[in-house]
């Protein structure tokens, strides 16, 4: 589970429950980023050797809010974790994780950069949580990719883009190098 911002503190709680019980939590953990301020896990991924990958955003000290990635045991015991900061300093966040058929762990995302402008974020690490690439994608003011799926060939998005004054839902497919397909 996780708490939005603003509701007590500014930890994330994340919790397994155990299958088929009535809300009964097997282990909970939290974190908190260098600010102690507002910080969220937005997805949850579980990797094929059973780690789980969490992404939100994490307030830190050297400013700002930045997307977050972590990578967990299957007990909740940090592994490893890296920020992202956009070059605007502003709000950056993850929205969702998918991992693929290799073990690969996909996450989308916004980052604010200098232009003030949010832009559609998508990285693609190793089972281990090194980062193997990542692109970025302007359409206008307010972009973001909020759900990803991989289906080990491809990886497919969707979100949100500013076209025209207007925000739309965008759809869109990446190849496993990240690159637009369409």
Known sequence: ??????RGGGRVLLAFAVPAR????????TFN???????????????L???????????????GVNLWVARLSPALALLSSATFSGSGGGTDGAKDAAVDSSGNVFVSGFMNEASGSDNLWLAKFSP???LLSSATR?????????AIASDGAAVYAAGAVTVGGGVDAWVGRFGADLALVS
């Not at 050797?49 to 400013?63: M, P, Q, Y």
């Not at 302007?138 to 909020?146: I, K, V, W």
């Open 49 to 63: 050797d059973g780690s789980l990958f969490v992404a939100g955003s994490a307030a830190e000290t050297s400013g």
């Open 22 to 29: 009535a809300i009964e939590f097997a282990s909970t953990v």
């Open 1 to 6: 589970g996780w708490r939005r911002p603003g």
């Open 33 to 47: 980023g260098s600010a102690g301020a507002s910080d969220v896990a937005e997805a949850a991924a579980v990797g």
């Open 128 to 130: 281990s949580m090194v």
């Open 138 to 146: 302007d359409f206008g003011s307010f972009d973001r990719l909020d």
